[in-house]
């Protein structure tokens, strides 16, 4: 099976931001099991590596591997359709229907 490895970027301590980075842990621990690795990077912390990445708004998320990488910009948590993404084989529906997602959380 091939290994997952995604960087996920947060700014702070942004409640939805941790939303984002719990969901997308139980996500993978359900579905890749321990095949996956997850940095997660405060860009408040370290602006260098977001920089690095061109990383403009949070929460972003890149899928480093399996090539070809892929970025998701937006709250990841409460849209099954776009964590499904995370696993589908490289599309222009990955690409072009699943980069944004709007979803408020409540506080």
């Not at 849209?79 to 993404?85: E, F, K, S, Y």
Request: aromatic share 6%.
């Amino acid at each position: 099976m091939t290994k997952f490895v995604f960087r996920l970027f947060i700014t702070g301590k942004n409640p939805n931001h941790h939303h984002t980075a719990d969901d997308l842990q139980a996500f993978c621990l359900r579905h890749l099991g321990a095949d996956y690795e997850l940095e997660i990077v405060d860009v408040l912390q370290n602006p260098e590596v977001a920089e690095n990445h061109k990383i403009l708004a949070t929460p972003s998320l890149i899928r480093v591997r399996p090539l070809p990488s892929r970025r998701f910009i937006g709250d990841l948590g409460g849209c099954d359709r776009m964590l499904a993404q995370l696993r589908c084989e490289p599309t222009s529906y990955c690409e072009e229907e699943c980069v944004v997602n709007h979803e408020a959380r409540p506080l």
